[in-house]
């Protein structure tokens, strides 16, 4: 009896089914892991692993919002500038004199501002109609010019409480981000997976025509998955400034590229309507590990760039074969 | 015919689908210089055949002899080598890029050390046109031609090179007269040229007029050849359609009850004009119009998912205003698309998913859905359509055609629809899947819903409805009780 209550959770949890390539990503991971660590046995000391956990989850958590706009077909390039803006805006309301803002309220107008972003993207891509890429195409370059333009020098944030919110451990050796990022993870797989709101979202993206001719409203649906993404690219900014203590325009710079590598590598179908975040958790974990790994192993910080836009063509290919495969199989 | 002259014969062609039998021992002869034309109805086997003689689909049994020589084409560029090209309904042009650039799809024209010559391939573009009495300039852009000329390209462009064989598909379906007129002297002249030519048409005056024998097939047999001069319009229509369909399907007395919807004076652009209509509950209604006659952008209409230009439209008397499938929904009115894979189901997601897909506001109180009532609502419609899958879990790609129409309709039934939309709702499922979908709409008609069909197969027509409207160029030109009209008069007022 018990056996069979399990094997029914099991199923309604649903992870693997969906997604075809996490089980190929743990195995690649593990076999990463014991390879860095022959190079160089410092990797996985204690150290090295908390360092590793403390870094990941900013591009984890943006993953994470931008899975949701990929899921139904969209995408949005804007997240690095996004990040920016988010981290410059923390720094800014800070330093406001006299104000004295308390910290909480600075991180909601920061986290705010992404979401508005997020909204901008979303009422242009729904709304008026423009091509998802083109428009935070466009976005990314305006917030970008907007982030220097605000940041010409570097603004510092000198305060412990706002320190903390990224470089702080619960239980000594957990960083609160990794926290953060789980938490998040798991909220947003539960929303996928169990609310109608998720349900919109994957049947969006697998088909926006049947979608439509079922009554969903697929604008509105795509809509708040901008903003979503605007927001946790936000959270990442947040996160950034406050594990390096300051905030500058070049924040966020490229990350787009590195977050959509996650997704990819996920198995977040660019086509939209098929991935889990489940895939996401462990192609953050394998993309962290991955430059940690090349710096413990001495490869020049050039190659390492390369090493990932590597990883992201191995892992296109990975999922085209796949398609192939199985269309040949259908015919 | 004396055998030399032969230019293609089939021979023995079968084709099998999983679950169905597309065509079934086809045997052709076609001469040099002959406009021979194709006849029958959707899903007679008229595509599939010319998809085996074009390479689209592989030859599986029967042999394929061209010039007195057996051929095996496993690939369209083969077929075309061999002097055999298709233009196919939908024109299949490289619209940004230049008529002389079409022309020559995938050839350098007087290309030296890797440089294309213009002015070469525009002069030898001009001869072509000019083969065909066309003066379409070279150098214009595809996308600003009309459909007619654009047409004449892909015409230039079969005949350009080697062709022994051009086959038409519906080549006048978006042409006016004037147009037509052009394409049958272009046509003549071709043959003149010693070009054969196989004609798919489903308007009976353009078989006459421009054919010299016609092959009738219906459910993937061939069940006439006959020399154009020979037959008559009435032999044709009734060798198209059969007979004995009908008999197959005897339909149930059912009590009519109120009208549940009424159209006043809708139009749609040009493509719907000033229709009126109603719809009784228990009632089957079926719209009949060949290609472009405006029955599908009526049902767009009727769902929200176009909207209409002028006119009213009553639900059980209340006038509403479609302006989005979502105020169709809410006033119970379900919609089966005319493209099952790209409108009616997610393919990727799973058949319990599609079921509920219109009705997830309906599945638990707020956000979450409730997956206890999910499964419940699965569970009912899966065994009542008796859906042929593992589980409802199973993916709708892995479904056969049949199975997936199911899934759409259940989604709506699913709903309590009380007026459903079904467009040509048995197009490409198989025999045994069609019986269900009508012994469905019959039930749903016993608790009272409407439903409207719009169906391109007369024989479903005649089966399954109580009445019938024909309508041609966006209106309703005719209006009939099921049981006192018949197949030759509904098939005579829609193609003349």
């Not at chain 2, 002899?65 to 024109?91: N, R």
């Amino acid at each position: 009896m018990a056996n069979k209550n399990t094997k029914s959770f099991l199923d309604t949890i649903n992870v693997f089914k969906k997604n075809s390539m996490t089980p190929t990503l743990i195995i690649v991971y593990i076999l990463m892991i014991a390879i860095f660590a022959s190079v160089n046995p410092l990797y996985i000391s204690l150290t090295n692993i908390k360092s590793i956990l403390a870094t990941i989850s900013i591009s984890g958590i943006m993953a994470v919002g931008l899975t949701t706009v990929i899921l139904t077909g969209n995408f949005d390039i804007s997240v690095g500038s996004t990040l920016g803006i988010a981290a410059i805006i923390c720094a800014k309301f800070y330093n406001i004199e006299g104000l004295n803002l308390p910290i909480g309220v600075v991180i909601l107008i920061a986290l705010l501002a992404g979401a508005a972003i997020g909204a901008i993207n979303g009422f242009l891509v729904t709304v008026v109609g423009i091509n998802s890429i083109i428009t935070t195409l466009g976005t990314l370059a305006i917030f970008r010019g907007l982030a220097y333009f605000f940041a010409t020098e570097t603004a510092r944030i000198y305060y412990k409480p706002f320190i903390f919110v990224g470089r702080g451990y619960v239980f000594n050796n957990v960083p609160l981000t990794l926290i953060y990022f789980i938490g998040l993870l798991v909220l947003m797989y539960l929303v996928l997976r169990f609310t109608k709101f998720g349900r919109n979202i994957y049947q969006v993206g697998a088909n926006a025509d049947a979608a439509r001719l079922a009554g969903v409203s697929v604008d509105r649906t795509t809509f708040f998955t901008f903003i979503i993404s605007g927001a946790t690219a936000a959270m990442g900014g947040v996160i950034m400034a406050s594990q390096l203590a300051f905030a500058q325009g070049e924040f966020g710079l490229g990350y787009e590229f590195k977050i959509l590598t996650i997704c990819v590598l996920a198995g977040i179908s660019l086509a939209g309507g098929r991935g889990t975040l489940v895939g996401v958790l462990v192609a953050t974990f394998i993309l962290g590990s991955i430059s940690n790994g090349l710096a413990l192993a001495d490869v020049p910080i050039e190659w390492r760039e390369a090493f990932q836009g590597l990883i992201l063509i191995v892992a296109i290919l990975i999922d085209s074969i796949r398609v192939r495969r199985e269309k040949l199989l259908r015919a | 015919m004396s055998e030399n002259n032969v230019v293609l014969e089939m021979k023995s062609i079968t084709k099998n689908f999983p679950g169905v039998k597309a065509l079934d021992n086809i045997d052709i002869k076609v001469k040099k210089g002959e406009i021979l034309g194709l006849l029958g109805e959707n899903g007679a086997g008229k595509s599939t055949l010319i998809k085996i003689l074009s390479g689209a689909y592989s030859l599986e049994e029967g042999k394929i002899i061209i010039d007195g020589e057996e051929k095996v084409f496993k690939h369209p560029h083969e077929s075309i080598d061999e002097g055999i090209k298709v233009i196919y309904q939908e024109l299949t042009s490289f619209e940004p890029l230049t008529v002389a650039e079409n022309i020559f799809a995938g050839e350098t024209i007087g290309a030296k050390g890797g440089f294309i010559s213009w002015r070469k391939m525009g002069k030898k573009a001009r001869e072509i046109l000019d083969k065909l009495n066309s003066d379409i300039d070279p150098f214009k852009v595809m996308e600003k031609l009309t459909v007619a000329e654009k047409q004449m390209v892909e015409i230039a462009k079969a005949i350009h090179g080697d062709v022994k064989i051009l086959v038409m598909d519906e080549p006048t379906s978006a042409l006016d007269e004037q147009d037509v007129d052009n394409l049958y002297k272009t046509i003549r002249k071709l043959k003149e040229m010693g070009v054969t030519i196989i004609y798919i048409s489903h308007r009976m005056e353009e078989i006459f007029e421009i054919t010299d024998r016609v092959v009738v097939l219906r459910d993937g047999r061939k069940v006439g050849d006959k020399l154009t001069k020979e037959t008559s319009r009435d032999e044709l229509v009734s060798l198209i359609v059969g007979k004995k369909f009908s008999e197959q399907y005897p339909k149930k007395e059912i009590e009519k009850g109120k009208v549940i919807l009424e159209v006043k004076n809708v139009s749609y652009l040009n493509k719907v004009k000033d229709v009126s209509f109603y719809l009784k509950a228990g009632e089957i209604v079926a719209f009949f119009g060949l290609l472009g006659a405006g029955t599908h952008s009526l049902f767009s209409v009727l769902f929200g998912d176009k909207i209409a230009t002028s006119g009213q439209v009553f639900v059980e008397g209340k006038e509403i205003k479609l302006t989005h499938p979502n105020i169709a929904k809410k006033y119970n009115i379900g919609y089966v698309p005319l493209d099952r894979k790209e409108e009616g189901v997610a393919t990727e997601m799973t058949v319990g998913e599609n079921i509920t897909s219109a009705n997830i506001e309906n599945l638990g109180n707020g956000f979450m859905i409730d997956q206890k009532i999910e499964k419940k609502h699965c569970d009912k419609w899966f065994d009542k359509l008796s859906i042929k899958a593992p589980s409802h879990k199973t993916m709708v790609k892995s479904l056969s055609g049949g199975n997936q129409q199911k899934v759409v309709v259940a989604k709506w039934l699913e709903r309590e629809s009380k007026i459903l939309l079904m467009n040509e709702p048995t197009r490409g499922i198989d025999v045994g899947s069609k019986a269900e979908i009508y012994k469905i709409a019959e039930d749903l008609c016993e608790k009272g819903v409407g439903v409207l069909i719009v169906s391109s197969e007369l024989p479903e027509i005649l089966a399954i409805s109580d009445r019938v409207y024909v309508m041609k160029d966006g209106e309703i030109i005719g209006e009939f009780k099921t049981k006192e009209t018949n197949q030759e008069e509904l098939m005579h007022l829609a193609s003349t």
